[in-house]
């Protein structure tokens, strides 16, 4: 018998995931098993506006967890990483949890990487001068999303911002930095304002699409994306309207947020993502809202030039097909599927007043800083330079 060699993947390692609500009462446990002295990383409001996040520093010392708190403010800057790791080494922390956004989430990823080194974090990011290849250590560390965004619960990288000129948004990266746990409650997101729910949930959507339409993608990842755009599409509406206080609606989109987190660590991203590192480097532009408002330009830009190319059929299969689970329906029609998705993209743009990038004061002068630091090397089509001036110039 012949052994088919045509399908070949290898998959990154996951979290312990608990899913589901009321699994955040699982944290004391969870946490105490690796520990009693902890460093807990939130976002700035979570404690406050989340009736089911507040009590759990005092769950935390009940359970007898000498408890550190750091509050994060927005995405973390390399000074915010290597002042929390100054101060874990004063006095050593043996584990930490983040409970927030993906801002939050990532500040607690890269600062349990940082703990056992006494370099700077910005040795370890990518693409930074003198990198030095991280070695892997870290303190076990916890993961609580309260947003339904970025999926980095389930990755193994921390996104690092220095906003400004000569400014970057990259990753501190390695297979070791996947969180030891991840506890993901959809109680924790009923909370979500409208505003964020609909950008993390584009967040999320973009993630699911790029992983998918990705040319590395497996059929491993094409499995996770689509499983994560059924749940997705049922409830991305709802929870923006009559369904934000729907656990079960929360529980969709919890679920599509770690699926692009798991897709997106073992495809890669596209161009929306090489955008929201160029960009967002740039001007201080909160990550869900910039994935928000280039995506279906993006999407109409990456169909031209798939149509427009030798072998773009499989690619705009895929796009038709995200089409179909989205609007639960299909013309019959590739390309007609295709023009559907972007129609859908463009309502939400205007449903939920995504704004133009010009308002955090991007200009088409930009354009020549931005466009030649902007890779998009795992985007479904290859785009030149016109190719991204069209999207940004859309957006602008």
């Known amino acids: 018998m012949s052994i088919e060699r045509g399908l070949e993947f290898s998959v990154l390692p996951t979290p312990r995931i ?28 979570t404690l406050r506006r989340s ?57 607690g990823k890269a600062i349990s990487a940082m703990l056992l080194q006494r370099e700077s974090v910005e040795r370890f990011i990518e693409g930074q001068p003198g990198f030095m290849p991280h070695d892997g250590r870290k303190v076990p560390f916890i993961a609580v999303p ?13 996104v690092i911002s220095r906003v400004g000129p000569g400014g970057y948004k990259r990753s501190l990266r390695h297979p070791d ?32 699409l790029e992983a998918y339409l990705s040319p590395f993608a497996s059929p491993y990842t094409d499995a996770v994306s689509c499983s994560g755009l059924v749940h997705f599409s049922r409830s991305f509406e709802l929870a923006c309207g009559a369904g934000a206080l729907d656990v079960a609606v929360r529980a969709d989109m919890a679920y599509a947020a770690l699926m692009s987190g798991i897709a997106l660590s073992n495809a890669g991203l596209g161009i929306v993502h090489g955008f929201a590192s160029s960009v967002g480097g740039l001007f201080d532009i909160p990550h869900g809202t910039l994935c928000a408002t280039l995506l279906a ?7 031209r030039q798939l149509r427009a190319s030798e072998g773009g059929e499989v690619a705009l299969q895929k796009f038709a097909n995200a089409s179909r689970i989205l609007t639960g329906s299909t013309t019959g029609n590739v390309m007609d ?60």
Request: hydrophobic share 40%; aromatic share 6%.
């Open 297 to 303: 330009e993006s999407t109409r830009e990456n169909i």
């Open 177 to 208: 930095f996947v969180p030891n746990e991840a506890i993901i409650d959809p109680e924790l997101m009923t909370s979500a304002p409208p505003e964020l729910t609909a950008s993390s949930g584009m967040d999320a959507f973009t993630q699911l």
């Open 51 to 107: 009736p089911v996040a507040a009590s759990i520093p005092d769950e935390l010392r009940r359970a007898g967890i000498e408890c550190q708190c750091l509050e994060v403010e927005r995405e973390p800057s390399p000074e915010l990483i290597d002042e929390a790791a100054a101060l874990g080494r004063q006095k050593p922390f043996e584990v930490v949890v983040a409970i927030g956004g993906g801002s939050a989430v990532d500040a």
């Open 337 to 396: 599927d295709c023009n559907r998705l972007v129609d859908l993209l463009e309502e939400w743009q205007a449903r939920y007043a995504f704004p133009r990038l010009g308002k955090f004061g991007l200009r088409e002068a930009d354009f020549a800083t931005i466009i030649p630091a902007t890779r998009s090397k795992t985007n479904a089509a290859t785009l030149d330079e016109a190719a991204m001036r069209r999207i940004l110039k859309a957006r602008v």
């Open 146 to 158: 309260t947003t339904s965004g970025t999926g980095t619960e389930a990755t193994s990288n921390a």
């Open 18 to 45: 608990h899913f589901g609500a009321g699994t955040l009462s699982k944290l004391p446990s969870l946490a105490a098993a690796y520990g009693r002295r902890m460093l807990l990383v939130t976002g700035r409001q």
